[in-house]
């Protein structure tokens, strides 16, 4: 069954909302495009991994997407947890195109004439294998066997492992030859190495201590507050900033009427700014005309607040986003002022 299920990674929506509210001509926009597509290829092949594991019957294992749990004082992800009475897998998916040739050291993609190296992403496993034996050693969970594989989700991707590395032989697949390979996993751990009252109990330590990893992107990228873009964009033609009238959104260029556009701007603000809001700082955001109107969108969010009257920070909400429910399709395309 699945207990932690795929949630798009957080780092992919801040790097969306900033791609939405970058002008064309900033100098970082391109690298930031480059981050979006690079952090949705891998968000891709999550989403193959996360549907094969999904013809998993559901009693035969606890599945957990994404799970980060502290080491010491980092931190470690992987991408698939599986967990039994006999044992876990741990999974590491790469959604790599291109020729792939697999070494001890390293990993070699050739695509387009170009040549790229990344760690070797078995030894990354076996490292979050090693870092999950060391917590749970600390929370004095029982020894339980901890197997790891490597998938491959890009069905056009060609892999060519190294001469009698047998290690990667047997633990590394396609997508489409996961379900084998947990198979063959399966044959050598016929007895129960705890019971279901320990897998209660681990699964609540996981859950528990899992902590989605969130990052001050624009400082990441090098990318000044005062550079994004503010005002809400029209969804139908992505024109920007819409106008505020009468307690409804309207596009001047388009005429298109929206009661919930301002939503997205407020998504982006808590993604990218930060996770509170004032009053004054939402009438700046949305290009309000008055505080007594900000106050009315304040009321209408709900959001959770501290403090009382002028002083009230308003938070950024546990159901987050914020709900648009948009006519047209959600994109990144930044916003088309002026």
């Known amino acids: 069954m699945i207990d932690l299920d795929l949630m798009k990674p957080i780092t992919l929506e801040q790097a969306e909302a900033t791609q939405r509210r970058l002008s064309f001509n900033h100098v970082m926009r391109n690298e930031v495009e480059v981050k979006v597509r690079k952090l949705a290829s891998g968000y891709q092949g999550e989403k193959k991994l996360h549907y094969f594991l999904g013809l998993i019957p559901d009693k035969k294992y606890h599945i957990f997407h994404g799970l980060r749990l502290p080491a010491e004082k980092s931190f470690f992800q992987t991408d698939a947890h599986l967990l039994s009475t006999k044992l876990i897998i741990l999974i590491e998916s790469k959604n790599y195109s291109g020729k792939l040739s697999i070494e001890k050291l390293q990993l070699t993609q050739e695509i387009n004439d170009t040549k790229l190296v990344y760690e070797n992403p078995l030894a990354q496993v076996n490292r979050h294998k090693l870092l999950l ?54 044959r050598y751990y016929r007895k129960e190495s705890v019971d279901q009252k320990t897998i209660g109990k681990i699964k609540r330590l996981l859950l528990n201590k899992h902590t989605p990893f969130r990052s001050d992107f624009l400082k990441t990228m090098g990318i000044d507050k005062g550079d994004i873009v503010t005002g809400v964009r029209c969804p139908k033609c992505e024109f920007g900033p819409m106008k505020y ?94």
Do not use: M
Not at 141 to 166: D, H, M, Q, R
Not at 267 to 278: G, M
């Open 133 to 186: 034996h060391y917590f749970f050693e600390k929370y004095q969970i029982p020894p339980i066997p901890i197997e790891t594989l490597v998938v491959f989700t890009k069905s056009s991707a060609e892999i060519n492992i190294a001469p009698g590395y047998t290690e990667a032989e047997k633990k590394i697949c396609k997508a489409s030859n996961l379900l084998k390979k947990i198979e063959e996993i399966e």
């Open 245 to 338: 009238k009468r307690n409804h959104w309207k596009c001047p260029k388009c005429n298109h009427i929206s009661n919930n556009a301002h939503l997205e701007a407020i998504n982006d603000h808590f993604l990218i700014i930060k996770a509170t809001i004032t009053n004054s700082e939402l009438c700046e955001l949305l290009h309000l005309p008055s505080r007594r109107a900000s106050t009315y969108v304040l009321t209408l969010l709900n959001l959770p607040s501290t403090g009382s009257k002028r002083g009230s920070i308003y938070h950024q909400p546990k159901s987050f986003p914020l709900s648009t429910n948009y006519d047209s399709p959600h994109n990144t395309n930044t916003i088309k002022n002026k």
